[in-house]
């Protein structure tokens, strides 16, 4: 056996970085340095290291591949490793965006680690810094009596996990389950809060007597007391999320944000088409399993302050890798522009990605209104049409491709929003109020007949909560129609 010592340099500041790397000997067999941190997801294998690595390999060509985030590009060597002595090696790896230096920085609103994860403080010392994040957010949960990792941290600001570069804190995943596996409620995630917000699980989730009470409604109320943010999880499943963005109760929402889930838009589109202004968030949900984010527009270096802001006002893109941006006429991803009906405005798609894109598409009140397709991949491009806009509308952009990242994720990003104003409200806006009014239907019949309680008045108050807002629903219908 021979010995290879690798350290990883980034090529632009000549300092020593946090990286994953994989290393696969001549006999094909993936290798690591005895005690190292695994990569947790699906995908190739990959372990963490601190920028320095030895690993044991047999005679012959090893091959060493090095990643770090989605900014970097990743870099694999090729080392003739010794028979019976030792090699020293440097891998540089450099940057194929500056996204960083024009004021985007990414984060991670949405992580756990189970109880089978016994060293969990070296794993959220790493995850920031080897994903490169600004933002990471794990939370605490409750699932029957697992023993969560990461529901031994406190709640807030991780000051020993955190940097002038890496922002970590503990938040709060707030749920609700019919029964195991299946939706009731939804799920949501409460950020920047001070104190944990109580309940943390409602109905089974808890044990078989517990009743599906109170609503998230009330947590989302609970945390934006105390300054916290909040952000709908899993792409919108739960039959109160409907309710909670109709009333105000939400910051966010996450699309996606567990490995397994398909890319799809349809509840956020319905959201937005029904008047909602909802920014595009996106997390990896159990560990860093994945490489979705959500970059936050801070137009400087970063600073969590601002980053948040910035969050909260839209001015966001998620994605796990390729960059994204949209203009329409001077405006931006959050911004809201006031034109005259029909009058014809300009839009601008710019990306780029290290793995090759495929299709890049201009979405309008969920309608594809521009595209540009590259069967057989592109890694830049910049897409420009004009859009006449008769009505009250939206506008984002988006991104495909089947080719995957070493998670074997394939390639996506969207933006958050524009809003256009134009004074004439479009028929979209009726016809999405209306299907919220009917699945509102089909979740007071589910309250009414097989929802537990144990009194007559909670029942009755998750009635009134369900009611004011398809009351809104049907308000929105009533005077577009």
């Known amino acids: 056996m021979g010995k290879i010592r690798a350290t990883i340099i980034d090529s632009e500041t000549g300092t020593t970085i946090n990286s994953k790397a994989q290393v696969i000997d001549s006999s094909g067999n993936y290798v690591h340095p005895k005690n190292s941190l695994q990569k947790v997801g699906p995908g190739q294998p990959f372990f963490y290291t601190d920028g320095t690595f030895e690993v044991d390999v047999s005679r012959g060509d090893t091959r060493i591949t090095v990643e770090r985030g989605t900014e970097y590009t990743p870099q694999t060597i090729f080392v003739d490793s010794p028979p019976k002595s030792s090699k020293s090696i440097e891998i540089q790896i450099s940057r194929w965006n500056d996204l960083q230096e024009?004021?985007?920085?990414?984060?991670n609103t949405h992580i756990h680690y189970d109880e089978k994860e016994n060293?969990?403080?070296?794993?959220?010392?790493?995850?920031?810094?080897v994903e490169n994040l600004r933002m990471t957010a794990v939370s605490v949960l409750k699932r029957w009596d697992l023993d969560y990792a990461t529901?031994?941290?406190?709640i807030g600001f991780l000051n020993d996990f955190s940097s002038n570069h890496h922002y970590v804190q503990n938040g709060e995943e707030s749920r609700h389950n019919q029964k195991p596996w299946e939706i009731g409620y939804g799920h949501i995630m409460l950020l920047d809060i001070r104190n944990m917000v109580d309940p943390l699980s409602r109905g089974l989730l808890i044990d078989s007597f517990e009743p599906d009470?109170?609503?998230?409604?009330y947590a989302c109320d609970d945390?934006?007391?105390?300054?916290?943010?909040?952000?709908?999880?899993?792409?919108?499943?739960?039959?109160?999320a409907p309710v909670a963005a109709a009333l105000g109760k939400i910051d966010a929402f996450n699309l996606f944000d567990p490995y397994w889930n398909d890319a799809e838009y349809d509840i956020y589109y319905q959201m937005l088409n029904a008047g909602i202004r909802l920014p595009a968030s996106t997390g990896s949900d159990w560990y860093i399993c994945s490489s979705n984010r959500v970059y936050s527009w801070t137009g400087s270096k970063f600073d969590y302050a601002e980053w948040l802001d910035s969050f909260k006002r839209g001015h966001t893109f998620i994605t796990n890798g390729p960059s994204l941006q949209i203009s329409v006429g001077d405006g931006q991803p959050g911004d809201e522009i006031q034109i005259n009906s029909g009058e014809v405005?300009?839009?601008?798609?710019?990306?780029?990605?290290?793995?090759?894109?495929?299709?890049?598409?201009?979405?309008k009140n969920g309608k594809v209104v521009g595209r540009d397709k590259y069967?057989?991949?592109?890694?830049?491009?910049?897409?420009?049409?004009?859009?006449?806009?008769?009505?009250?509308?939206w506008i984002a952009a988006r991104l495909f491709s089947s080719f995957r990242d070493s998670y074997l994720q394939p390639q996506f990003a969207h933006t958050s929003p524009i809003y256009i104003k134009t004074g004439l409200t479009s028929d979209v806006k009726t016809d999405a109020s209306l299907k919220f009014v009917?699945?509102?239907?089909?979740?007071?019949?589910?309250v009414r007949r097989k929802g537990r309680f144990y009194s007559d008045s909670q029942r009755q108050e998750i009635e009134t909560l369900f009611l004011e807002a398809q009351d809104i629903y049907r308000k929105q219908a009533l005077e577009t129609s």
Request: proline share 10%; aromatic share 8%.
């Open 213 to 217: 009470y109170p609503p998230l409604s």
């Open 375 to 393: 069967p057989n991949g592109s890694t830049s491009g910049l897409f420009k049409t004009d859009l006449e806009l008769e009505c009250d509308s």
């Open 151 to 154: 529901n031994k941290y406190p």
């Open 119 to 129: 060293r969990p403080d070296e794993r959220l010392q790493l995850d920031p810094r």
């Open 102 to 107: 024009k004021g985007w920085h990414p984060g």
């Open 438 to 446: 009917t699945q509102i239907d089909e979740s007071l019949d589910w």
């Open 223 to 240: 945390a934006h007391r105390q300054g916290g943010t909040v952000i709908w999880c899993h792409n919108g499943q739960g039959m109160e």
């Open 345 to 363: 405005i300009p839009a601008e798609v710019q990306w780029s990605s290290h793995y090759p894109i495929q299709k890049v598409e201009i979405v």
